[in-house]
């Protein structure tokens, strides 16, 4: 009984891997049939590598593929890729602009194939960037052409009033005398040209005066030269020609002397009371001439040069509102304050009804000179970037150039253009600096003007990214990045240069997640700029 029941049961296992058996062979012959591929014609192939995109349009991935087919058809830069039907200009690193290569290789700095660049696309002109024109549309890219003309500019500064020292007046005694009457009594007292001022008893021009009316009655020859000579001595006393001209008309002695202004305006200082004893010499009041007056301006020294004596100025002052005083500017005066760095303009205004007064504050517009026509462009057009200034020209074709220029004075929303550009050509108002970047990228800014020029790193673009930092080798980083639209990067595992120590983390090791931002090298990997150290991502 037992052996008949093991009998079954081996014949029942037989049976199990039997079939098995027979059901894995049949599996994989019908696997095999479904997987192996159907054979496509030759023709079919051909037809879809030449039905690719615009090269300009591709991704690095598609690059690296056509650079892989070069090498197999021993193509080279030069050569006409029959895939393209374009002639191949040479092969470059995406990430590392500015280099250019004959043969198609992988990179020496990156781990990936070098990329080609074809004529009769973006790279037709290696020194222009091409944008299509859908996406023109989408940046709203604005130009404008330039134009000859000539800036108006005006300088604008804030000053005070002060007296014009050059009608400024002082009246002296001629001779010893008393004071007997003063017609003026305080300073700042406003007098008429002409007015009486002061009377003064002079005892020494009588016995002058005495000895010239003497010779007068006399007659006979010779007596012609003693009058002369007497009246040479009542000059020499001090007496004016007025005075001796009423001592010889009236025929009496003239003892008292009346002093009178000879300018309209105020008595700045007064140094004599009724009955004081003078001298010669001796200073009695001051007249302060108020026709015109004075504005001395603070005009930032890189203004100052705009100014030139005799430029036109227009001043209001809150002291006086609803008026406005014309001048022009009289000097420029030879002292820069250290502080502000300012220079003062000092300006003659017209003050008739007498209205400024020192001390009064005016705001002043000073018209510049009109300058010799010179190229303008929209100041919205020119790229400063600290050390050179640079305009981006629109060619024909959707092309942009970078140009750098020399760029003047700049007033109403335009600046003068001395060199780097012709008349007609035009220049791009929104959207320069997206081309300015890519120019960048691609190495254009080391070829402006067909001359090389160092490119500054202050002022190239910098990107920021999520990394996990995968090695360290000194002052080199090995990460892994997420997709960079911006630099229309896929994801991948590169290299970059550290900052200095004291800008970088503690502890710094494999597996931190980073926060970095960095800036592209010519020549060389990206160097970060800065980091910082996130915290890992929690666990679910």
Do not use: C
């Amino acid at each position: 009984m037992n052996k008949t029941t093991s009998l079954i049961a081996l014949a029942a296992v037989a049976a199990l891997v039997a079939v098995g058996g027979g059901a894995w062979w049949l599996g994989m012959q019908q696997g095999m049939g479904h997987s192996t591929p159907s054979p496509q014609p030759a023709a079919a192939i051909t037809a879809s590598a030449t039905a690719s995109d615009d090269p300009s349009l591709w991704t690095i991935p598609q690059g690296e593929d056509a650079t892989r087919r070069h090498i197999r058809e021993s193509l080279k830069a030069g050569d006409v890729d029959p895939a393209t039907g374009r002639r191949i200009l040479n092969y470059h690193d995406p990430m590392v602009p500015g280099k250019n290569f004959e043969a198609p290789a992988k990179s020496p700095f990156m781990d990936m194939m070098l990329v080609p660049r074809y004529a009769g696309g973006d790279a037709a002109d290696a020194s222009t960037v091409t944008v299509s024109p859908r996406i023109q549309q989408n940046l709203g890219l604005r130009t404008a052409p330039v134009v000859e003309g000539s800036l108006v500019s005006e300088v604008t500064a804030v000053g005070n009033v002060a007296w014009n020292e050059r009608e400024r007046v002082e009246l002296s005694s001629r001779a010893m005398g008393f004071v007997e009457k003063l017609h003026v009594k305080a300073a700042l007292d406003r007098v008429a040209a002409g007015a009486p001022l002061a009377e003064l008893y002079v005892p020494d021009w009588v016995a002058a005066q005495e000895e010239y009316l003497a010779l007068a009655r006399l007659s006979g020859p010779g007596t012609d030269a003693l009058q002369d000579a007497a009246r040479q001595r009542m000059r020499q006393a001090g007496m004016t020609p007025a005075h001796i001209q009423r001592v010889v008309s009236s025929g009496v002695v003239q003892p008292r002397f009346t002093l009178t202004a000879p300018i309209a305006g105020i008595v700045s200082e007064l140094m004599v009371r009724e009955g004081a004893t003078v001298m010669p010499g001796m200073t009695l009041m001051r007249l302060q001439g108020t026709r015109t007056v004075w504005a001395e301006g603070a005009v930032p020294e890189s203004q100052a040069a705009l100014l030139q004596p005799g430029a036109r100025v227009r001043t209001t002052s809150p002291g006086a509102p609803g008026q406005t005083f014309e001048g022009q500017v009289q000097a420029l005066l030879p002292e820069v304050d250290a502080v502000t760095r300012t220079i003062r303009a000092r300006v003659e205004l017209a003050n008739p009804q007498g209205r400024l007064v020192p001390g009064m504050l005016v705001s002043m517009r000073l018209d510049r000179p009109k300058a010799a026509a010179t190229l303008l462009v929209p100041s919205d057009a020119v790229i400063h970037t600290g050390r050179r200034s640079v305009v981006m020209v629109a060619e024909e074709g959707g092309r942009f150039r970078p140009v750098e220029v020399t760029a003047g004075l700049e007033a109403g929303g335009q600046t003068e253009i001395s060199a780097g550009l012709q008349m007609g050509q035009r220049v791009v108002l929104s959207g320069q600096f997206l081309i300015d970047s890519e120019a960048s990228l691609r190495g254009l800014e080391a070829r402006l003007n067909q001359e090389p020029a160092p490119t500054s790193t202050s002022t190239a673009p910098r990107y920021t990214t999520d990394a996990v930092v995968n090695a360290l080798s000194g002052n080199t980083v090995t990460l892994t990045h997420p997709p960079i639209p911006a630099l229309k990067w896929p994801q991948m595992q590169m290299d970059f240069k550290l900052p200095p120590r004291a800008q970088q983390p503690r502890d710094l090791e494999a597996g931190d997640r980073l926060q970095i931002e960095f800036e592209m090298q010519d020549g060389d990997v990206p160097r970060i700029t800065s980091l910082q150290r996130v915290a890992p991502e929690p666990r679910q």
